[in-house]
């Protein structure tokens, strides 16, 4: 008998058919004899529509209201997919992220899990109840409602086989493991059997919304057996662990794509030390995560520094900023929201240079132009115009991925 935390993600959800292929996985794991805690993310773009909502009823809510707001779907598919297992025949309780005791900092939207009690849990399982728990939500040290973030019911699934020592944490979703590339968009992509935590952690965070990258994080920190597997199809999936048996064939794990990029320019600053410094700190005080910076050389006493932002910060930096200008004496700021961040990753590019050289070559080969550059050891990401990002992702795919077959 093990214990398992199964997480099936929205459109794994998303109507009455779905809700019972889910509940058939889950009671017949259970009726093996497995304990089964179950996390659920809201049905399928329930949390979209959620935020479409909100902004027409105010287009500048607040984050506290708009987590009371979005917990609400996770809410809903736990209760029907309860009601499902009920209907089944099998014992089973659902409970939200308040009753689980999942208590997260106050940062409304994008909050971060700090105490998790597995207690409740525990009883449950112990009663041979099969446990429902919603995902994405917590609570903060006011007892008000947070959430963890896009994606975040990955997180929650993490957590909790970390708290209750699961055995395994399976993560259903709508394509049966980790490809080479999104295979929506690059047909041709390869499944891979295995990949480690720092690859995935990299794909993740590079756009690979396939797990949310907190929680490959989590799993690597405390050691959790994870699998991205399909909740359509019975076949195995991907293993995501700490070493692979093909980590030193490869030069290159995957390729990811992130359309959720804004660059800010900001023109003739003055050519002094301690410029750079004034604009960072003040982003980094209203908590904004900066990802690519590009300093031009400077000229008559002026430079100009470009960065990226995650695309919903655009409206809060542009803001901070000009509240700014006094202080960090720019002329001008242009911004653009029409980019993608193309990215290859695999722990294979430490030694072995010209990786970067081929990368461009592909996107060469298919005339996109390359707007800023940034590395890693395992990765290399070039800004580009959004409406070329899919082009240039298969073509990067095939450059690296075409004529292999060792995966
Ligand atoms: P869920 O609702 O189950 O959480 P998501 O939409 O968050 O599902 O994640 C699954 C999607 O991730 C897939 O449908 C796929 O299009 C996308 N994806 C992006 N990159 C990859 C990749 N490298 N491997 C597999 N899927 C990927
Ligand atoms: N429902 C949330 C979202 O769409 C959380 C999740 O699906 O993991 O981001
Ligand atoms: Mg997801």
């Known amino acids: ?9 929205g459109s794994s959800v998303r109507d009455v058919e779905r ?63 309860a009601m499902a297992i009920e209907k089944l025949g099998f014992p089973v309780i659902s409970l939200t992220g308040w009753q689980v005791n999942l208590r997260t900092d106050s940062n409304y939207g994008n909050a971060r899990i700090k105490k998790l009690e597995g207690d409740r849990i525990r009883a449950e399982l ?59 968009i690059v047909p041709n992509a390869i499944k891979l059997d295995e990949i480690t935590f720092d690859e995935m952690l990299e794909l993740a965070s590079l756009g690979a919304q396939v797990l949310q990258n907190r929680s490959v994080e989590l799993a690597k920190r405390f050691g959790v057996h994870l699998e991205v597997l399909s ?6 999936g991907t293993i995501v662990k700490e070493v692979t048996t093909r980590m030193e064939k490869t030069l290159i794990s995957g390729v990811a794509k992130d359309d959720n990029v804004a660059s800010v320019s900001l023109i003739g600053l003055q050519d002094v030390p301690g410029v750079a410094y004034k604009i960072f700190s003040v982003l980094a005080k209203n908590r904004v ?91 290399v990401s070039v800004l580009i115009d959004k409406s070329e990002s899919d082009i240039a992702l298969k073509a990067v795919h095939d450059k690296f991925f075409a004529t292999r077959s060792d995966h």
């Open 1 to 9: 008998m093990a214990l398992i935390v199964k997480k099936f993600g």
């Open 19 to 81: 809700i019972y292929n889910v509940a058939r996985i889950i009671t017949e794991s259970y009726r093996e004899g497995n304990d089964v805690v179950v996390v659920l993310s809201a049905q399928g773009d329930t949390t979209d529509e959620l935020i479409e909502k909100a902004l027409e009823v105010n287009p500048n809510p607040s984050r506290r209201e708009m987590d009371m707001l979005l917990s609400t779907g996770e809410q809903i598919s736990i209760a029907l997919c």
């Open 126 to 184: 112990h009663k041979r109840n099969i446990v429902i728990v919603a995902g994405f939500q917590g609570i903060n040290k006011y007892g008000d409602i947070t959430t963890l973030g896009r994606g975040g019911s990955d997180t929650t699934a993490v957590a909790l086989a970390a708290e209750l020592g699961a055995d395994l944490c399976q993560i259903y979703t709508d394509v049966d493991g980790v490809y080479t590339a999104d295979p929506r």
């Open 231 to 236: 909740s359509l199809e019975s076949k195995p």
């Open 289 to 379: 995560n900066v990802d690519i910076i590009l300093q031009s050389i400077g000229r008559e006493n002026t430079k100009d520094i470009t960065f990226t932002v995650a695309k919903e910060n655009l409206d809060l930096v542009t803001k901070i900023l000009k509240d700014n200008q006094g202080v960090l004496a720019f002329k001008d700021m242009t911004t653009n929201d029409k980019l993608s961040k193309v990215s290859i990753v695999g722990a294979g590019m430490i030694n072995n240079p010209g990786i970067a050289a081929q990368m461009f070559e592909a996107l060469y080969s298919v005339g996109v132009n390359i707007q800023m550059i940034s590395t890693s050891e395992i990765k």
